[in-house]
């Protein structure tokens, strides 16, 4: 079993709808939780992080956290055609080392 | 964003060649990583530093040596290529280990082995 699990997609969502993009993990023991943005043939590039239960609101970007479900998400409200990338969920273990998911790839069509 | 830069950003080079990718940070964080990116397997660790001279490996750190003699320079060292190693091979920084601090990447860099 991967540690960190997504759905790799595509999704596909409409310009101006929800995207709801999942991940969950395995260590219970697992204190930091990120969301990473990545563009076709660029680096990863961090969009959100979550420490604690609950919502964490940034923008037109919100990430749920679930520790007992052991369950991250990321909504994307209002989506564009220039959120159309993969999205890597990624957890934070010993040494802050980052153990991450195999990404979902969205895309927003017009 | 972390100052991180990578050299080379693209290489191809032969089977049993030894390669070295250097990874230079402005930032003088402590912590350094080195990933690779497959498609079907997302981001691995390789090898990561926790300060100068000290080193661990990764999940995927066969093949794979490290060096880090000063804080702003990490370098991966694949002593013979092998085809399996082609790959996109991120670095990435933290400055502290707290819980709120998170990894920054490099921009990477493409290797091929032919």
């Known amino acids: 079993q991967k540690e960190v699990e997504q759905n790799s997609g595509p999704l596909s969502v409409p310009e101006g709808a929800i995207a709801s993009l999942n991940c969950t993990y395995s260590?219970?023991?697992?204190?930091?939780f990120f969301w990473y943005r990545q563009y076709s043939g660029k680096s990863p590039e961090l969009i959100m992080s979550?420490?604690?239960?609950g919502d964490k609101e940034d923008g037109r970007f919100t990430a749920q956290l679930n520790k007992a479900s052991q369950y991250v998400s990321l909504l994307i409200r209002d989506s564009q055609p220039s959120d159309s990338a993969t999205y890597l969920c990624a957890v934070t273990g010993t040494a802050s080392k980052l153990t991450f998911g195999t990404g979902t790839r969205l895309q927003v069509t017009l | 964003d972390a100052g991180i830069t990578q050299s080379p950003r693209h290489k191809v080079t032969e089977t049993g060649t030894p390669v070295t990718l250097r990874c230079h940070q402005t930032e003088n964080h402590r912590y350094m990583y080195w990933y690779r990116q497959d498609p079907g397997h997302g981001l691995r660790l390789i090898h990561y530093s926790y300060g100068v001279k000290d080193t661990d490996k990764g999940e995927v750190s066969d093949g794979y040596s490290v060096s880090r003699s000063k804080t702003e320079d990490f370098l991966l060292t694949l002593e013979s290529a092998t085809s399996s190693q082609t790959s996109v091979y991120f670095c990435?920084?933290?400055?502290?280990?707290?819980?709120?601090?998170?990894?920054?990447f490099g921009p990477g860099t493409r290797l091929t082995v032919l």
């Open positions: 260590d219970r023991g697992s204190q930091s």
């Open positions: 979550i420490y604690s239960n």
């Open positions: 990435a920084t933290l400055g502290a280990a707290t819980s709120t601090d998170t990894q920054y």
